[in-house]
């Protein structure tokens, strides 16, 4: 069992920056891909960023060049660096780490943007 524990999110003016957190369990989190997704109020859930054990990137078309996702093996952690939000960027931000064929989410962490 992966536990998941996300944090860092908050209010912020348009423009501003937000670095979000996900703690996890287990000794082998080097192992797992983790992403970032967001659910807006009346939204499907979305992809934000993902990254793969090996260190692969990928993003959503709408935050390319804005947000930055990265791991860190030795803390169990992974983060995703927000800059130049937008009052869109607004929603909850859920991590969730994929490993052996099954999926763990966090508790998700509320970003919203003011305009």
């Known amino acids: 069992q992966v536990q998941l524990v996300d944090s860092g999110g908050g209010l912020v003016q348009a423009g501003g920056s937000l670095r979000l957190s996900c703690a996890a369990s287990?000794?082998?989190?080097?192992?797992?891909?983790m992403g970032w997704y967001r659910q807006a109020p009346g939204k499907q859930r979305e992809l934000v960023a993902a990254?793969?054990?090996?260190?692969?990137?990928n993003y959503a078309d709408s935050v390319k060049g804005r947000f930055t996702i990265s791991r860190d093996n030795a803390k169990n952690t992974v983060h995703l660096q927000m800059n130049g939000l937008k009052p869109e960027d607004t929603a909850v931000y859920y991590c969730?780490?994929?490993?052996?064929?099954?999926?763990?989410w966090g508790q998700g962490t509320q970003v919203t943007v003011s305009s």
């Open positions: 990254i793969t054990s090996g260190g692969r990137t």
């Open positions: 969730k780490a994929n490993f052996n064929s099954r999926e763990y």
């Open positions: 287990g000794s082998i989190f080097s192992m797992y891909a």
